[in-house]
């Protein structure tokens, strides 16, 4: 794990998940490796009710109830798609729910524009079809191939990225579940084991952009996942996160208490000058998300060590949320500058504190990108 820059779940909770796998006597579908009771309890945490021996970190921040409605839809032959804005926890619910239940998080296809067939499907080893023909051994297996062939999850990011006609290779597989091979005349079709499942994760925000048939929908269950816009639970999730990051570069620091409450404020008055905003040039096109919060408060705090007195600073604080969040130039640049000074600036003035100094160090990054 030490040489992991970053480490799946599986290898990062190792023990953990080992730990809950020995004390678990709940019913186990398929091949799973903990009962849906216990990836509950990895994924959220546990409670005084669970009676365990020890404590269980709460990873995913959000309603259990989208938990349990995905993890019983894992246990069905229908996939399971997680849908949202960017920034709500979709990709690291799906790596959380496939470390628990198969102990493989890393079946993944990244969904993009150029994503073909063959990425979902299998491909071929060209040298060793030039020197001993098509066959088995001469085959490529896709993520969600192998997946198949070892019942377990397999992973597919960004679904709604890809193209219909890529999109549509999943119906037979999630329907029938195997894949035919046509170039081979034996041996040619891969059947899906026990415990075989997909988890797709679609950006909400992609919508229009390459929709989902109605034979792709019907083969699965959505889960939405919506943007976390209670305070306390911001908060948690943020200072969760952060101190995962920064655990790669052994930093320890803490995070004043005041200064998260002045950046989710600063997050929340944005959010609520983005609804009223009457056009998309008005607006900033960052989703606002917690995920553009622990990119803010990382970088913050990477320049406090490396460049300045290692703590957390409003100045710097307010120097990386503008550099994080303006990104059209002009247009955010525009945005952001009005909302500094009709917003920022009326916090600084009433409530004095870290906000003098947030406020003068928004100014002085955006003086930067003029």
Not at 41 to 65: C, E, H, M, N, T
Not at 102 to 112: A, K, L, M, N, Y
Request: glycine content about 6%; overall charge negative.
């Amino acid at each position: 794990m030490s040489e992991q820059l970053r480490a799946p779940v599986e290898v990062k909770y190792a023990d953990e998940l080992a730990w809950l796998a020995s004390i678990d006597t709940g019913r186990k579908p398929f091949s799973w490796r903990l009962s849906p009771k216990m990836v509950r309890i990895f994924v959220l945490g546990s409670r005084p009710q669970d009676k365990l021996d020890r404590d269980v970190q709460q990873k995913w921040y959000g309603a259990p109830a989208l938990v349990e409605k995905a993890i019983v839809t894992l246990a069905s032959d229908r996939g399971l798609l997680l849908i949202g804005d960017p920034g709500t926890g979709k990709s690291w619910l799906a790596e959380l729910l496939s470390a628990a239940i198969c102990d493989d998080s890393t079946r993944v296809v990244q969904g993009t524009a150029g994503t073909a067939e063959d990425h979902i499907k299998y491909a071929w080893n060209v040298a060793e079809v030039i020197g001993k023909g098509q066959s088995r051994d001469s085959l490529i297996p896709s993520p969600i191939m192998s997946a198949m062939q070892d019942g377990v999850l397999g992973r597919f990011e960004e679904l709604t990225r890809c193209t219909s006609d890529v999109q549509d290779a999943l119906i037979s597989i999630l329907s029938e579940k195997y894949i035919t091979i046509p170039e081979l005349d034996e041996d040619n079709v891969v059947f899906a084991r026990p415990g075989f499942n997909i988890i797709a994760t679609a950006n909400s925000r992609d919508r229009g952009v390459n929709d989902l048939s109605s034979a792709l929908k019907r083969r699965f269950n959505f889960v939405q996942i919506p943007v976390v816009t209670n305070r306390k639970a911001e908060k948690q999730i943020v200072e969760f996160r952060v101190k995962d990051l920064l655990a790669r570069n052994e930093f320890d620091v803490e995070m004043p208490t005041a200064l998260l409450d002045v950046l989710l404020q600063t997050f929340a008055d944005l959010r609520v000058a983005a609804r009223n905003a009457s056009s998309d040039d008005e607006r900033l096109e960052s989703a606002l998300s917690t995920a553009e919060q622990i990119g803010v408060v990382e970088d913050a705090v990477l320049h406090g060590q490396f460049f300045g007195d290692a703590d957390l600073e409003p100045r710097i604080l307010a120097m990386s949320l503008v550099g994080t969040l303006v990104r059209r130039i002009p247009e955010d640049l525009s945005v952001m500058n009005k909302f500094w000074h009709a917003v920022v600036q009326k916090r600084a003035d009433e409530e004095g504190g870290p906000w003098v100094d947030f406020l003068a160090g928004g100014k002085e990054a955006m003086e930067l990108h003029r």
